[in-house]
């Protein structure tokens, strides 16, 4: 049984702990991400990504023909830029109050290359993107680039602008020069479209979302510097992640996405968050994600239905209800999470096949280091979950072994497993109280004893099957 907390989730002080220190070997699967989706809501049509074919050519190349692009220099007397037609514009200069329109042609294609460009917009995004096939915003090697809205955005009409760029259509964020983008009022890149980031240096510091998009957000070689009162990164569709570096700073998710979330490489650091990574379906098969969250750390939970939705936020399920949308899977990679509320949580099914993952989790008998109210499967990789025994869950299908021991008392500190003959196999160190511990590994095998060693206390288990421990059985440490 599932004993997932019920009821509200209530929001949790954030305890700074120590880092998770590890030394482990083990190898890493490059299993594809990708599955076909067996029960997608009827009402939503969402983008399939081919995981191959993320990025085109143009969109990772920043280069741009000088020669046959027009020189736009902004100031207090050309405040207002009105794109109408497809090229290449290079764009620099100063104004304090002023935007750049783009409504061109449904086929135009239109790159904005910034040069040491500082715009700020009172009341409207600096970058309007109304019309066009597709925009490309690229910074220029060496020039550090400026957009601000400074007042509350004023719709268009009908159209809730609320972006400091702000597009209707597909654009791509590229370059090897710095783009600042900062807004106390409302988001930093917004798309009605898909939004990639494939190069460059971007520092975001908004009062709502970071960067967000209705279809899909992918990202591959570029450093996202964010700090955003709401998600960081947002997709009503998916996020793919390549490769790259996002250091995340949020006040709810540090990634959500609607439908599916891949991150297939890079390195992730969030720093703070409500969440760590949210969605529906979640694929992690590389790349090496940090974080701290004061509630769940990876969670897979979709909204049924409106009613579904709590705050904004994705439907919670019932302690025995499984959401057969829900799932994590863990093919690769390397991830160090440090939460207060569920470490690794799916209201569906968690598979673990390869990779990395440790986890310090809840000091609290309400929440566990794993949770899932489906099924979860190791079949490869190394799994450390620190927590709360109260709601203490071990896998519930292995090809390896997976143990789950519970204290009577709390510990910090080295905890080791040693096999028979004392060869040690995993050593780890945890600076954060924890009473429950499940450990996973390839080495570890059936028919075979093991000690697990915290401190001065020990446990010697033989594993007569692959699943040592289940949930709430409190066992002495001699």
Do not use: Q, Y
């Given at each position: 049984m599932n004993y997932k907390k019920f009821l509200t989730i209530v929001l949790i002080v954030l305890v700074t702990a120590g880092s998770l220190t590890c030394f482990i070997a083990s190898g890493n699967s490059d299993a594809s991400a990708e599955e076909s989706s067996s029960s997608e809501s009827a009402s939503v049509d969402y983008k399939e990504l081919d995981l191959e074919n993320l990025f085109t050519n143009r969109d990772l190349t920043a280069s741009f023909d000088e020669e046959s692009a027009e020189?736009?220099?902004?100031?207090?007397?050309?405040?207002n830029v009105n794109i109408t037609e497809e090229g290449i514009y290079i764009i620099s200069g100063s104004c304090k109050d002023g935007s750049i329109n783009v409504n061109a042609d449904d086929t135009a294609k239109i790159q904005l290359v910034l040069s040491n460009l500082t715009l700020n917009s009172s009341s409207t995004a600096a970058i309007y993107v109304e019309n066009a096939?597709?925009?490309?915003?690229?910074t220029t090697k060496g020039t550090t680039n400026i957009l601000t809205t400074s007042g509350e955005f004023v719709s268009d009409g009908e159209t809730n602008i609320d972006g400091v760029i702000f597009s209707k259509d597909d654009i791509t964020?590229?370059?090897?020069?710095?783009?600042?983008?900062?807004?106390?009022y409302g988001n930093g890149v917004v798309s009605k479209d898909d939004?990639?980031?494939?190069s460059g240096t971007y520092n975001i510091d908004v009062a709502n979302k970071g960067v967000e998009a209705?279809?899909?957000?992918?990202?591959?070689?570029?450093?996202?510097?964010?700090n955003a009162d709401n998600d960081t990164i947002h997709s009503d569709g998916s996020v793919a992640v390549k490769s790259g570096t996002l250091n995340l700073e949020s006040g709810d998710d540090g990634i959500h996405a609607d439908y599916k979330t891949f991150i297939l490489g890079g390195e992730i650091n969030i720093t703070k968050s409500y969440e760590l990574i949210e969605g529906t379906k979640i694929y992690i098969n590389g790349g090496t994600i940090n974080g701290i969250a004061s509630d769940d750390g990876i969670n897979a939970s979709s909204a049924k239905d409106s009613d579904d939705m709590q705050d904004g936020r994705m439907g919670k399920m019932s302690?025995?209800?499984?959401?057969?949308?829900a799932l994590i899977s863990i093919s690769g990679g390397i991830i160090n999470i440090n939460v207060e509320g569920d470490g690794i949580d799916s209201n569906g099914s968690i598979e673990i096949s390869g990779g990395e993952v440790y986890v310090q989790g809840p000091t609290n008998n309400g929440n566990g280091a794993l949770d899932y109210n489906g099924t979860a499967k190791i079949t490869g990789g190394t799994l450390v979950a620190f927590g709360a025994s109260g709601m203490a869950q071990n896998m519930s299908e292995a090809s390896q072994g997976s143990i789950l021991i519970t204290f009577t008392a709390s510990y910090t500190g080295k905890t080791s497993v040693t096999d028979s003959s004392g060869n040690e196999i995993l050593s780890?160190?945890?600076?954060?109280?924890?009473?429950s511990v499940v450990v996973s590994s390839p080495e570890l095998k059936k028919g075979e004893t093991y000690t697990i060693t915290v401190g001065e206390v020990y446990q010697t288990v033989t594993l007569d099957d692959y699943i040592y421990g289940g949930g709430n059985n409190m066992m002495n440490m001699r």
């Open positions: 020189n736009i220099v902004m100031s207090e007397s050309n405040s096939d597709k925009v490309f915003i690229t964020l590229n370059g090897s020069g710095t783009l600042n983008i900062n807004t106390d939004l990639k980031i494939t209705n279809d899909s957000i992918r990202i591959t070689e570029a450093e996202l510097n964010i302690i025995d209800e499984v959401d057969e949308d780890f160190n945890s600076n954060k109280s924890f009473n």
